[in-house]
Nanobody
Framework: QVLLMESGGDLVQSGGSLRLSCTAS????????VAWYRQAPGKEREQVANLAPGGITTYADSVKGRFSISRDDVTNTVYLQMNSLSPEDTAVYYC?????????????WGQGTQVTVSS
């Protein structure tokens, strides 16, 4: 079983920046589309960014222009650079690798990392 570990979450002021990291217990990030999700209290988990194997990135409208996803194959780490943070970005952030025709998460969900943005 592959374990995912997210880190980098913190309490920041509105307008600040954070960089989240995601590592895996096995080298899986090249096997599919790497994605970052978030889940705010009382809301469903939503995908905010993904990076396809060919290098194409896709972002949710709510984070477009502010977030950037990247992958480092040497260190087997996926990053989410988050700029111009607002209180609406407050959530627990998760990563995963999506495979197959239905973008099925490859690994069990990790514990996530908490991002809290104060106004």
């Amino acid at each position: 079983q592959v374990l995912l570990m997210e880190s980098g979450g913190d309490l920041v002021q509105s307008g600040g920046s954070l960089r989240l990291s995601c590592t895996a217990s096995r080298s899986i990030f090249r096997l599919g589309t790497v994605a970052w999700y978030r889940q705010a209290p009382g809301k469903e988990r939503e995908q905010v960014a993904n990076l396809a194997p060919g290098g194409i990135t896709t972002y949710a409208d709510s984070v477009k222009g502010r977030f950037s996803i990247s992958r480092d194959d040497v260190t087997n780490t996926v990053y989410l650079q988050m700029n111009s943070l607002s209180p609406e970005d407050t959530a627990v952030y998760y990563c995963n690798v999506l495979v197959g025709p239905y973008d099925t998460p490859m690994a069990s969900w990790g514990q996530g990392t908490q991002v809290t943005v104060s106004s």
